[in-house]
């Protein structure tokens, strides 16, 4: 699939850009996070693992000031100057290609005039993170026709900023750092705070599930940015009685119980599911390594009713698929991935029973919904990549 969409990607640039070289391809991977929701932005502990659904970015460079790019999936072509980009000056996808343009110079680096063609597979608005795949991918191939190192972790960091300040999405690091620095084979143990990833390697005996309800997720940037503020609040009440606190991170239960009447309940709520989840993914990486996945599953379900009753981020449909996958013989747990309301959710499983997973729970799902969702079995694919 990766080798269909690189060639995709060129013919679609040498149609449009026939006067320019043979382009070079950037691909960058969506991710899915095993365990660790909403913790990121919290300095926290997350477990994403790149899947094999990818972002393309066919590049060559100009030799004006102009950033221009065309979108195969949206059959459009923009253009901006790079000196003149400016933040929330340009929305939809191109929104994310200029912006990391512009978080490169914000960063002090020189950044080549270029032709892009953007293509993928990545599912839009299914919490596979289709924008940090994109961002990375166009990282990527700035780097490459702006000469430029590249290191992933500075790079998912530029990218995050993109994300930040030029499409105001508050997000925390883990997709793009997901999307940049994936391991073949393995989820990532990623530290928030430090950066400081661990590779935990997927036994062959399990089967990492997507289960894509066909729901596009309705999560709202001004959702998903109140419930930040949310745990802001919740840090600038224990820090009251607790000054070394610098987010939640720092907190444990004891400390968040003895505020509790010191914040407001929703703040406690969304608070207490944060200081919960941040243990999770070592748990969870633990209990991998130790060959129990029973216990790693119990985690994946403990995960998912925090986030339906604390966090508050979950769905219908997110409940119907966790609940029907969890009742199939193979599989180990399940729990939503992603920001919430609406998108995928992730099952593990046994490996000599994915394929009846699949078309039982997929069954399942559709008719107590009446939705057809689209259920795949990924191995943890690699970072971004030049092809």
């Not at 999307?179 to 990492?208: F, H, N, W």
């Amino acid at each position: 699939m990766n080798a269909i969409l690189s060639d995709l990607a060129r013919t679609r640039f040498a149609r449009l850009f026939d006067y320019a070289p043979e382009p070079m391809v950037a691909v960058a991977p969506g991710r899915v996070n095993l365990i660790g929701e909403h913790t990121d932005y919290n300095d926290g502990y997350v477990l994403p693992m790149g899947i094999e659904r990818y972002a393309v970015v066919a590049i060559a460079p100009r030799g004006d000031d102009v950033l221009r790019a065309h979108s195969v999936g949206f059959a459009e072509t923009v253009e901006a100057p790079l000196s003149g980009l400016r933040p929330a000056s340009d929305s939809g996808w191109f929104g994310y290609v200029a912006g990391v343009a512009w978080a490169l110079r914000e960063r002090g680096e020189k950044v080549q005039a270029a032709d892009l063609v953007v293509a993928g597979n990545v599912p839009i608005g299914a919490g596979l993170s289709s924008s940090a795949a994109l961002e990375i991918a166009v990282a990527r191939a700035l780097c490459h026709v702006s000469q430029l190192e590249w290191d992933p972790v500075r790079m998912a960091s530029i990218a995050q900023l993109a994300e930040n300040q030029y499409v105001g999405v508050r997000c925390g690091i883990m997709d793009q750092f997901a999307a940049a620095a994936s391991r073949l084979g393995s989820a990532l143990m990623l530290d928030c705070r430090s950066l400081e990833a661990i590779p935990v390697p997927i036994p062959d005996s399990l089967k990492i599930v997507v289960m894509d309800t066909g729901v596009r997720r309705s999560l709202t940037a001004s959702e998903y940015n109140d419930r930040r503020q949310s745990c802001e609040a919740a840090v600038a009440a224990v820090r009251k009685k607790h000054p070394d606190v610098r987010a939640l991170r720092d907190v444990d239960r004891d400390r968040l119980a003895e505020m509790e009447h010191g914040m407001d309940s929703m703040c406690y709520k969304r608070a207490m599911h944060v200081v919960v989840e941040t243990g999770r993914p070592a748990a969870f990486a633990a209990a991998v390594a130790q060959e129990n996945p029973t216990e790693a599953g119990r985690l994946m379900n403990e995960s998912h009713e925090s986030l339906r009753n604390l966090y508050e981020v979950s769905s219908e449909e997110l409940d119907v698929v966790t609940s029907a996958a969890r009742e199939h013989a193979g599989c180990f747990g399940a729990r939503m991935s992603g920001a919430g309301f609406g998108g995928c959710a992730v099952a593990l499983v046994a490996s000599d029973q994915a394929e009846s997973f699949i078309s039982e729970v997929q069954a399942t799902y559709s008719a107590a919904v009446g939705l057809n969702g689209n259920f795949f079995v990924s191995q943890p694919a690699a970072g971004a990549t030049l092809v």
